[in-house]
C-alpha cells in the first residue's frame, strides 16, 4: 500500500488510528474475557432451574418407569401401575422438552450443551416406540434396560456439559454433583436388575455379572465424586452415608455380591425400603447442593462485573484521553502543516503571478512586502516555515529579475527593431529612386526582386517590434478595399506566386487595422506555402458575415493531427507570453498579438481533402464598406493619400480602374508574379505625392507612337 501520496490529515489519522485501535481492541478483549466468565456464572442459575431441575425431574421418573418395565417383562400379567407411571413420565419429559425448546436455556447454553440437549431430545423421542416393543414383549429385560438406560445417559451428558463454570471450584463442585448423580443411577439400575430377578426367580444369563460390575462401579463412581466437594459437602456426605438405611443396603448389596444367585436369605422388603430411602436421601443431597452452587455464583458474578465495570471504565478513559490528546496533537501539526502549504499555493499561484503580472505592467514592487514574514515555532515544522521565508523571498526577488531582464530584452528587441525598421524604409526609398530612373527592363525586374526582399525585411521587423510588446507603426488613415488589403499580405509572402486571390466580396477595413491585418495575413500566407508543396496553390477568398468580414487563406499540404489544430487554436484564441525557447512558433505567436489587439479571431481547421484552412473573422466594427475606385486619366494625381499610400504597398496602380471594368471583384493581376518585361516594353517610376517618402512606380507601355500608356503594377514586397 503506497502512503505516500496520501493527504497530511489521512497521514495522521492512521497514525493515530492505529495505536488506538490496537488499545481499543486489547480493551475489548480483555472486557469480554472478564464479561464471559461472569455471564457463564449468571448463566449457571438459568441452566440450574431450567434444564437442573427438570431434566432430574424426567430422570426419576424415567427409572421408576424402568424398574416396573422389567418387572412386568419378568411377569405374566400387565402391571396397571405402569401405566400410571408412564403418565407420570410423559408429564415430566413434556416440561422438560418445554424448557429445552426455550429461548433462555439456549441463549445461555454453550455449543456442547446446545449439542447434548439435541441428542437427549432425539433418545427420549425413542422413548413411544421402545413403550411399544415392551408391551408387545419384543424385546427381554435387558433390552429394556437398554433402552431406558440410554435415555437416562443422555440426560447425564447434557448435565455434565452444564459444568462450565468460569471458576474452578465451583465447577469443580458441579462435576462432583453429576458424578453423584450417575452414582445413584446405577443404584437404580441394580434396583431394576434385582427386582427382575425377584419376579423371574433367578437371575437370567450374565445378569448376576452386570448386577456385580453395577454395584462396583457405583461405590467408585459416588468415592471419587465425594473427593472432588468441599469439606464441609464431604462430612454431610459422610454423615448421611452413616445413617441405617445406607448401612442396610450396603449389607444387601455385599450378600448379592458373594452370592451365585439370589441369596434364599435376601430380605426383599428391607431391600425396597432401604433402596427408596438411600435414593431419596442421595436425590435431596445433591438438590440441595445444587442449590447452594447456583447461590454462590450469583454473588461472585456480581462480583467480577463490578470490577469489570471498574477496570472497563478506567480503560474507556485511557482510551479517551489517548484519542483526545491524538487529535489535539494532530490536529496542531494538521494545521501548522496546512498553514505552510496554503501560504506556498497562495505564493505559486496568486503572490508571484500577481507580481509578474505588475511588474510587466511597470509597477515598482517591494519584496519584503510581497512575501511577508510566517510566524513558526522553534520545532522542525518551524524550520521548514523559516526555509520557506527564504525560499519566498528568493522566488519574488526572482521574478522582479526576470521580469526586469525582460524588460531589458524587450528594450534591445525594440531598439534593433526600430532601426531595421529605419533602414529597411531607407532601403525602401533608395530602390524606388533607383526604380524610377531605370529603364532598362531587366535591371527594372532585378530591382523589384530586391524591393520585395526589402518588404518581407520589413514585416520581419516588425515582428520583433511585436515581440517586444510594441505597435509596429504601420497605419492608414482611411478604409482600404479588403482586396487590396489581402492584396498587400501576399506582396509580403516568399513565393507570392503560388497565391490565387478568388471570390472577394466588396468591403473596406478601417485605416487603423489595415497594416496589422496585412501583416497577420501575411504570416498565415507564409505559413500555407511553406507547409505545403512546392507544385500546389494556396487559395484566398473573402466574404461578408453576419459578425464582420471572413477571410480563409486555403492550402493543399499534409495537414495537421488534431491534436495539433486543437494547441494551435489555443494559442490563437489565448495570446500567450513569448517564451523564447519555442521560436519555431513564432509566426503563430505574431498573429495570436495582432489579433488580440484588434478583437480579430483566428481559428485553423482541416480542410478537403487534405491541407488546413486559416479563417480570419474580422470584427464588424472594422468593417465598413469598400471605399470608391479612384478616377483614372487625367485626375489620377487627385488620389488620396491613403489611396496612393496602398498602392505603394500592393504595388497596385496609381491610376484605378473604374468599376465598371471589375463588376465581378476579381483583380487577375492580384497574383501574377514581378518577372523583367518582355522585349519592347518599357517603365518609368512617378513619386507619390502623399510625403510619407515612399514613391510610387508606374509601368509604362512603349505605343506604336513613341508616348508610354500608365498600366498596372501587381508586384508585391
Not at 506 to 527: F, K, S, W
Request: hydrophobic share 45%; with cysteine.
Amino acid at each position: 500500500m503506497n502512503t505516500r501520496d496520501w493527504p497530511i490529515r489521512a497521514k495522521l489519522t492512521a497514525l493515530v488510528i492505529g495505536p488506538v485501535t490496537a488499545l481499543l481492541a486489547l480493551w475489548i478483549f480483555a472486557t469480554t474475557l472478564t464479561f464471559g466468565p461472569a455471564l457463564d456464572l449468571l448463566a449457571a442459575r438459568t441452566l440450574l432451574y431450567d434444564l437442573g431441575r427438570p431434566g432430574e425431574t424426567a430422570v426419576a421418573e424415567l427409572q421408576r418407569e424402568r424398574r416396573l418395565s422389567v418387572v412386568q417383562l419378568a411377569g405374566d400379567a400387565e402391571l396397571p401401575a405402569l401405566a400410571e407411571q408412564r403418565l407420570r413420565t410423559d408429564r415430566a419429559v413434556a416440561e422438560l422438552r418445554r424448557r429445552v425448546d426455550g429461548d433462555e436455556l439456549r441463549d445461555a447454553a454453550t455449543d456442547l450443551l446446545d449439542t447434548r440437549l439435541d441428542q437427549l431430545v432425539a433418545a427420549l423421542d425413542a422413548l413411544p416406540s421402545g413403550r411399544g416393543f415392551i408391551d408387545r414383549r419384543q424385546v427381554d429385560r435387558a433390552g429394556a434396560l437398554g433402552l431406558y438406560n440410554g435415555m437416562i445417559s443422555s440426560a447425564f451428558q447434557a448435565f455434565s456439559a452444564m459444568a462450565t463454570l468460569p471458576d474452578a471450584d465451583l465447577n469443580r463442585e458441579a462435576l462432583a454433583l453429576t458424578a453423584l448423580g450417575r452414582s445413584r443411577e446405577l443404584l437404580g439400575q441394580t434396583d431394576a436388575l434385582l427386582a427382575g430377578a425377584l419376579v423371574a426367580g433367578r437371575f437370567a444369563e450374565g445378569e448376576h455379572d452386570q448386577l456385580v460390575r453395577t454395584i462396583n462401579n457405583q461405590r467408585f463412581l459416588a468415592e471419587t465424586a465425594v473427593a472432588d466437594l468441599p469439606e464441609a459437602d464431604r462430612a454431610a456426605y459422610q454423615r448421611l452415608t452413616e445413617g441405617a438405611a445406607f448401612v442396610r443396603l450396603r449389607a444387601l448389596q455385599d450378600a448379592l455380591v458373594r452370592a451365585d444367585g439370589l441369596p434364599p436369605q435376601l430380605d426383599v422388603r428391607t431391600w425396597e425400603s432401604s433402596q427408596a430411602a438411600v435414593q431419596q436421601g442421595l436425590r435431596d443431597f445433591e438438590l440441595s447442593q445444587a442449590d447452594g452452587l447456583a447461590e454462590r455464583s450469583v454473588p461472585m458474578a456480581v462480583n467480577i462485573l463490578l470490577r469489570l465495570g471498574a477496570v472497563g471504565v478506567l480503560g474507556l478513559i485511557a482510551i479517551v484521553v489517548s484519542v483526545l490528546v491524538a487529535l489535539r496533537v494532530g490536529r496542531s501539526l494538521a494545521r501548522r502543516l496546512t498553514g505552510v502549504r496554503t501560504a506556498a499555493l497562495e505564493m505559486a499561484e496568486q503572490r508571484l503571478p500577481d507580481v509578474v503580472a505588475r511588474l510587466r505592467r511597470g509597477e515598482e514592487v517591494d519584496v519584503a512586502r510581497e512575501a511577508p514574514e510566517l510566524d513558526h515555532a522553534g520545532d522542525e515544522i518551524g524550520q521548514v516555515g523559516r526555509a520557506f521565508n527564504e525560499v519566498r523571498r528568493t522566488a519574488v526577488q526572482a521574478a522582479v529579475d526576470e521580469v526586469a531582464l525582460r524588460r531589458g530584452l524587450n528594450e534591445v528587441f525594440l531598439n534593433i527593431a526600430r532601426r531595421s525598421q529605419g533602414l529597411v524604409h531607407r532601403q525602401l526609398a533608395l530602390l524606388d529612386r533607383l526604380e524610377r530612373h531605370a529603364e532598362d527592363p531587366d535591371e527594372l525586374a532585378g530591382l523589384f526582386q530586391v524591393d520585395h526582399l526589402a518588404t518581407r525585411l520589413r514585416r520581419h521587423a516588425e515582428d520583433l517590434v511585436i515581440l517586444a510588446g510594441a505597435a509596429p507603426g504601420r497605419g492608414w488613415r482611411s478604409p482600404v478595399a479588403a482586396v487590396d488589403v489581402v492584396r498587400g499580405a501576399i506582396s509580403e509572402v516568399e513565393s507570392y506566386d503560388r497565391v490565387d486571390v478568388g471570390a472577394m466580396q466588396p468591403a473596406g477595413v478601417l485605416g487603423r487595422a489595415v497594416g496589422d491585418v496585412i501583416h497577420l495575413l501575411a504570416e498565415l500566407i507564409e505559413n500555407a506555402t511553406v507547409f505545403s508543396p512546392p507544385g500546389t496553390r494556396v487559395e484566398v477568398s473573402g466574404q461578408a458575415v453576419p459578425n464582420g468580414y471572413a477571410i480563409e487563406i486555403t492550402d493543399r499540404g499534409l495537414g495537421m493531427s488534431p491534436q495539433a489544430v486543437e494547441d494551435a487554436n489555443r494559442r490563437l484564441a489565448d495570446s500567450p507570453e513569448f517564451d523564447p525557447a519555442d521560436s519555431a512558433r513564432l509566426g503563430l505567436f505574431v498573429v495570436a498579438r495582432l489579433a488580440e489587439r484588434h478583437g480579430v479571431r483566428v481559428q485553423l481547421r482541416r480542410a478537403t481533402p487534405t491541407g488546413i484552412t486559416a479563417v480570419v473573422l474580422i470584427p464588424a466594427d472594422l468593417v465598413t464598406d469598400e471605399p470608391a475606385v479612384g478616377p483614372t486619366g487625367p485626375d489620377a494625381e487627385a488620389a488620396t493619400v491613403d489611396d496612393r499610400r496602398m498602392a505603394k504597398v500592393t504595388r497596385l496602380s496609381t491610376l484605378p480602374r473604374p468599376r465598371a471594368a471589375r463588376p465581378s471583384r476579381e483583380r487577375p493581376d492580384s497574383a501574377s508574379p514581378v518577372l523583367p518585361f518582355a522585349a519592347g516594353r518599357g517603365s518609368s517610376v512617378e513619386a507619390a505625392p502623399d510625403g510619407d517618402g515612399l514613391p510610387r512606380r508606374v509601368r509604362r507601355r512603349i505605343s506604336s507612337g513613341g508616348r508610354c500608356a500608365g498600366a498596372s503594377t501587381t508586384g508585391g514586397r
